[in-house]
């Protein structure tokens, strides 16, 4: 009769195993969020750095072609300014174009991002 009751009885090995798999399992799914966010922020910097270097190519382009007033690498500057980009370089091309490349001001982990954008007038 001994022997049935050690039977039924668990093993002392697997005592506290299911905390140590649950605690695993939590760890996978924190870095998983967590890669995940800092992924969609980096889509999202350089989504904005897009933006921010079409705009300013735009400004500048009008500028160029004198439909606003200034010199266009300094409006195209200004624009990107407000939305928190720098103009890493601005040059004008043929045919009344503007080249304008920005960056973003990053996230340490992520670094900078940046967008590239040429404007003119329509063909």
Same mark, same amino acid.
């Given at each position: 009769?001994?022997?049935?009751?050690?039977?039924?009885?668990? $093993?002392?090995?697997?005592?506290?195993?299911?905390?140590?798999?649950?605690?695993?399992?939590?760890?996978?799914?924190?870095?998983?969020?967590?890669?995940?966010? +800092?992924?969609?922020?980096?889509?999202? +910097?350089?989504?904005?750095?897009a933006?921010?270097? $079409?705009?300013?190519?735009?400004?500048?382009?009008?500028?160029?072609?004198?439909?606003?007033?200034?010199?266009?690498?300094?409006?195209?500057?200004?624009?990107?300014?407000?939305?928190?980009?720098t103009?890493?370089?601005?040059?004008e091309?043929?045919?009344?174009?503007?080249?304008?490349?920005?960056?973003?001001?990053?996230?340490?982990?992520?670094?900078?991002?940046t967008?590239?954008?040429?404007?003119?007038?329509?063909?």
């Amino acid at each position: 009769m001994a022997e049935a009751g050690q039977q039924g009885a668990p $093993d002392g090995r697997e005592r506290g195993s299911g905390t140590v798999l649950a605690a695993v399992l939590a760890l996978v799914v924190m870095t998983a969020m967590a890669v995940m966010l +800092l992924l969609a922020q980096s889509a999202v +910097l350089a989504s904005r750095a897009a933006a921010a270097a $079409d705009l300013a190519a735009l400004a500048g382009a009008d500028a160029l072609r004198g439909i606003t007033v200034g010199e266009p690498c300094t409006v195209a500057a200004e624009v990107a300014g407000r939305h928190a980009a720098t103009v890493l370089s601005c040059s004008e091309g043929a045919g009344q174009t503007i080249e304008v490349r920005t960056e973003l001001g990053g996230h340490p982990l992520l670094g900078a991002a940046t967008g590239r954008a040429r404007a003119g007038p329509p063909p």
